[in-house]
């Protein structure tokens, strides 16, 4: 499933992670928000999230994952499973088109509309329109001597340079200290 219309793009180091977006929002082929914040602290400031997507659906998302997280005592992989369940079965919930990448000090996920819960394999990953882009430079720099920050941000600036759907208006959330 690929989302057009944005590019989110995690990365974890030096007990930093970072979730960053771009601000644009088109509506088909024309740009109708250009400073669009897609990245959200939830939970008093424990879990950082980004989205690809429709915007009201992740909107829905974001307060669901919310509840989890508070039903579930702030424990982000029991949390992200059952909003995947109900992601999945619930009639209302399996309409909604997006993916998120939610974060807390020590684990990163990717959540779909499929019920999938999934870690990525590395301390970088991308969802979105311009995901590839962002991914691809996001490993390329992350051996440097950029911090997390740093490399989200750049990692944005060049899917922007490559994807029509994202924008250098870069907002970013973050946990840790670098």
């Avoid at 980004?50 to 915007?55: D, K, L, Q, R, S």
Wanted: hydrophobic share 40%; aromatic share 6%; net charge neutral.
């Amino acid at each position: 499933m690929e989302m057009i219309g944005t590019t989110i793009v995690c990365v974890r180091k030096n007990n930093t992670v970072v979730i960053a977006g771009d601000g644009q929002v088109t509506l088909g082929n024309s740009v109708i928000k250009a400073t669009a914040k897609k990245v959200r602290q939830l939970c008093d400031g424990s879990v950082i999230a980004g989205f690809a997507g429709a915007t009201a659906d992740a909107f829905a998302l974001f307060e669901r994952l919310e509840e989890k997280l508070r039903k579930h005592n702030k424990q982000l992989q029991k949390a992200c499973v059952e909003l995947g369940k109900d992601w999945r079965t619930d009639k209302a919930l399996r309409k909604l088109e997006a993916m998120m990448i939610v974060a807390n000090t020590t684990s990163t996920y990717l959540l779909t509309g499929n019920g999938d819960t999934l870690e990525p394999e590395f301390n970088y990953i991308s969802i979105g329109s311009g995901s590839n882009f962002a991914i691809a430079a996001a490993m390329a720099l992350y051996d440097s001597n950029m911090d997390a920050e740093q490399i989200a941000r750049r990692s944005l600036e060049i899917a922007a340079n490559f994807c029509i759907y994202t924008n250098g208006e870069v907002s970013v959330e973050r946990l840790g200290c670098n």
